[in-house]
């Protein structure tokens, strides 16, 4: 590596994998080593870690301690994990053991325990500061800052404000954007996410989905999407357990289409017509209505979307960034708009094109104003 900034340099152009402990095993033959990765949520996750970083060392996995699920950060206290003991607040050096433990657990680089930033409420500012202002104080250069934020913090009034503070940060930052359900679909997100990331040169978008690529398009160094649409955006905090047992329903990335689909609406669409096939090396050529609710095929469809991931990515990183970049983007939206026409040609059917497709064809706004130097 060269003199630079050898996280960023591990960082830049990679997409992550996020998956559940449970799962990750399974998906390791698909991962794409030069310009992907993994990471890993769920109570296992130090374990796996391990296990996988033994047996393949090339591989870049980190863990998201997934903190933000569980508690709500205030100014005093923006990091804590649960233990088997039960909640740990963490000061400074706890922080410090956390990530060091990471680390021990032969996580490529550490990522905070932070825990969920809440927007409009009391002390919301300054919880989010006090973010930044505890982890400007580690000197080191293995970490980066989980920053698990509400949909809010990016529409037009917080949106400065959430910049100029990821932009003072030493370390690089996986921003985390909660919302119920898209957080694309909320007013001025998208287009506060583009400025964001033409704003700020070390930021990672993590928990996401197809938004990753419309986030390194427009200057983001990476990105991370999960496996499961709970792993597509950030949640609030759970109060209790959680749900438990609830599976929800399987759905495939169908990649010419750019979206994610439930399987169920991808048999109705080909009900009286041959359905598409895919070529991946999962599929082989087999219908993408083939899968069911069992675990197998329920696998078998994270396998798929896995591959088309990195299908997407590989394109995206074969890119110079910048106009090149964003040509290739626009031209794959504009295709992906018509499959969709094609599709209803075919199956004589409606499907309607997502709101967020039609969204990422409009032009980028301009990046934030630098505050001036001082
Ligand atoms: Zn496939």
Redesign the pocket.
């Known amino acids: 590596m060269g003199a630079g900034n050898t996280i960023d340099d591990l960082l830049g152009d990679r997409l992550h994998i996020m998956a559940n402990s449970r799962s990750v095993i399974d998906l390791l033959p698909y991962l794409d080593r030069h310009i992907g990765g993994l990471v890993i949520t769920g109570a296992e996750a130090p374990a796996r870690c391990r296990e996988i970083r033994n047996a393949r060392s090339d591989l870049v996995v980190a863990m998201d301690p997934e903190s933000h699920t569980q508690a709500v950060a205030t100014p005093g206290a923006p990091f804590g994990l649960r233990t088997s003991h039960g909640w740990w607040r963490l000061d400074m050096a706890g922080l410090a053991e956390v990530l060091d433990g990471q680390l021990l657990n032969k996580a490529s680089y550490a990522v905070t325990p932070t825990c969920f930033i809440p927007h409009g409420e009391g002390d919301a500012d300054q919880v989010l500061a006090s973010v930044f202002a505890l982890t400007n104080k580690l000197a080191r250069t293995d970490t980066v800052v989980l920053l698990p934020v509400s949909y809010k913090w990016l529409q037009p009034p917080s949106l400065p404000r959430l910049a100029g503070l990821i932009r003072s940060s030493r370390h690089p930052v996986a921003l985390v954007v909660q919302a119920d359900g898209d957080p694309m679909d909320r007013r001025g997100v998208m287009d506060g996410l583009r400025q964001l990331c033409r704003s700020c040169p070390r930021l990672l978008l993590w928990r996401t989905d197809l938004a990753a690529f419309d986030a390194m398009v427009h200057g983001a160094l990476g990105s991370a999407v999960g496996v499961a649409a709970s792993l597509r955006h950030g949640v609030k905090p759970r109060l209790e357990g959680g749900g438990g047992g609830w599976k929800p329903y399987t759905s495939i990335l169908v990649g010419r289409l750019l979206r994610y689909v439930r399987v169920e609406n991808l048999q109705d669409w080909f009900a009286h017509s041959e359905p598409w096939t ?1 070529g ?1 090396s ?2 082989q050529g087999q219908p993408l209505t083939r899968f069911d609710d069992t675990d197998l095929d329920r696998l078998a469809a994270v396998q ?1 979307d896995v ?2 991931l990195y299908a997407l990515h590989g394109e995206l990183a074969g890119t110079v960034p910048g106009h090149d970049r964003h040509e290739w983007w626009r031209a794959r939206l504009t295709d992906a708009v018509e499959h969709h026409r094609r599709l209803a040609l075919q199956t004589d059917t409606e499907p309607d094109v997502p709101k967020v497709l039609l969204a990422w064809r409009r032009t980028s706004p301009l990046p934030l104003p630098q505050p001036r130097p001082q």
């Open positions: 895919c991946c999962v599929c798929h591959n088309e």
